[in-house]
């Protein structure tokens, strides 16, 4: 093959190689700008929990430490605080370690607890509610838990910690001791 026929094969290669680099650069672009696009779309209140394939398959309950900064009109906080991560049959359930009665921070059920109900899972120090996997309340109170709808995005399960939902049995009604 004489030389310019080899400089021709070289050009060719190298414009074919550039076109190559810039369409594979403008494809990483477009996902970053989309990842950039859902990730603004859940900042805010939203905070992230974690990857979503390691909470699915918690078998038990996890306690998930969290840090998130709250903006409203004026003033911008920095809340710290934790939820509860279960898995009930095979949905991703997140609840609020507030108790639905009056605030008190909700422990989960000793071993010995749990064997005098079998449904016990979560107990209030304070008046002794109880609580199922699920949230709902089997005993003392009549409403359950609040919980958190989780937003699935790139992967990872985030919450919106200043809307959680309602999670109980029963009529929605408070109960003072």
């Known amino acids: ?3 310019s026929g080899k400089l021709a094969i070289g050009a060719a290669g190298i414009l074919l190689g550039s076109s190559g680099l810039c369409y594979y650069g403008a494809i990483q672009g477009k996902k970053q700008e989309e990842l950039a696009n ?3 779309e859940l900042s805010g209140n939203f905070v992230k929990i974690g990857a979503f394939e390691q ?8 306690k998930i430490q ?3 900064i709250t903006k409203d009109a004026w003033v911008t906080n920095t809340n710290h605080g934790f939820v509860y991560v ?3 049959e095979n949905k991703l359930r997140i609840l609020s370690p507030a108790c639905s009665h009056l605030g008190c ?3 989960p059920a000793t071993e010995a607890q749990k064997k005098t109900k079998k449904e016990l899972y979560f107990l209030c120090p304070c008046h002794l509610a109880e ?3 699920a949230g709902n309340a089997v ?3 009549d409403q359950g838990l609040y919980s958190y709808a989780p937003v699935l995005a790139d992967g990872n399960v985030y919450i919106d910690i200043l809307s959680p939902t309602i999670s109980c049995q029963g009529p929605i009604r408070r109960t003072f001791l």
């Open 131 to 133: 609580f199922d996997k």
């Open 38 to 40: 859902a990730t603004r």
């Open 139 to 141: 005993g003392v109170v």
């Open 55 to 62: 909470l699915n398959s918690i078998q038990g309950f996890e």
């Open 86 to 88: 279960t898995n009930h």
């Open 1 to 3: 093959m004489s030389t």
């Open 66 to 68: 969290y840090s998130a």
């Open 105 to 107: 921070t909700v422990e």
